[in-house]
């Protein structure tokens, strides 16, 4: 994987893997899952300045120190649902002929003629799309939740004072 710039060790590296096997399905394990694994990549390490600002964090670089399970599943959802966004967007140019269709299904009875663009549904991907924004807010809320800490504590729960 040398020709995409990402070290498949680092954090971020290792978080485009899974997404490409795992959640992608991609089982070409040639040339284009290096690739699409170094796309991911770019956009998993582009993408931290976002992740920061939804959850008060500072990672950045393609091996952020601290970024564990939780802020890597953040990451993760954010990825796909943008992934979902576009694949809407690209399905319905396709439907609107200003992008290239892989076809076309024809059903023909008699004098009758059903003809329809060979392309994934829109709806499909919206509908992936806004579950994806769903986990998203939820996971985002969840961590918020859990990791923040008091912003006033007082009596026997205040950390001791140095003297």
């Given at each position: 994987?040398?020709?995409?710039?990402?070290?498949?060790?680092?954090?971020?590296?290792?978080?485009?893997?899974?997404?490409?096997?795992?959640?992608?399905?991609?089982?070409?394990?040639?040339?284009?899952?290096?690739?699409?694994?170094?796309?991911?990549?770019?956009w998993?390490?582009?993408?931290?300045?976002?992740?920061?600002?939804?959850?008060?964090?500072?990672?950045?670089?393609?091996?952020?120190?601290?970024?564990?399970?939780?802020?890597?599943?953040?990451?993760?959802?954010?990825?796909?649902?943008?992934?979902?966004?576009?694949?809407?967007?690209?399905?319905?140019?396709?439907?609107d002929?200003?992008?290239?269709?892989?076809?076309w299904?024809?059903?023909?009875?008699?004098?009758?003629?059903?003809?329809?663009?060979?392309?994934?549904?829109?709806k499909?991907?919206?509908?992936?799309?806004?579950?994806?924004?769903?986990?998203?807010?939820?996971?985002?809320?969840?961590?918020?939740?859990?990791?923040?800490?008091?912003?006033?504590?007082?009596?026997?729960?205040?950390?001791?004072?140095?003297?």
């Amino acid at each position: 994987m040398a020709h995409s710039g990402i070290n498949p060790q680092t954090n971020i590296g290792k978080l485009a893997e899974n997404i490409v096997d795992h959640d992608l399905g991609f089982y070409d394990h040639g040339e284009t899952r290096d690739t699409e694994v170094g796309l991911i990549s770019g956009w998993l390490e582009g993408h931290l300045g976002e992740l920061n600002t939804v959850i008060f964090t500072s990672f950045s670089g393609d091996h952020p120190p601290g970024l564990m399970l939780e802020e890597q599943t953040i990451l993760r959802e954010m990825y796909l649902s943008d992934y979902n966004r576009k694949a809407e967007r690209n399905a319905l140019r396709k439907i609107d002929g200003d992008g290239k269709t892989h076809g076309w299904i024809m059903i023909k009875e008699g004098d009758s003629v059903i003809k329809k663009p060979n392309t994934p549904t829109p709806k499909f991907y919206h509908d992936a799309y806004l579950a994806s924004q769903e986990r998203l807010k939820s996971l985002i809320y969840a961590y918020n939740l859990y990791q923040a800490e008091p912003s006033q504590v007082a009596g026997k729960d205040a950390p001791a004072q140095p003297k």
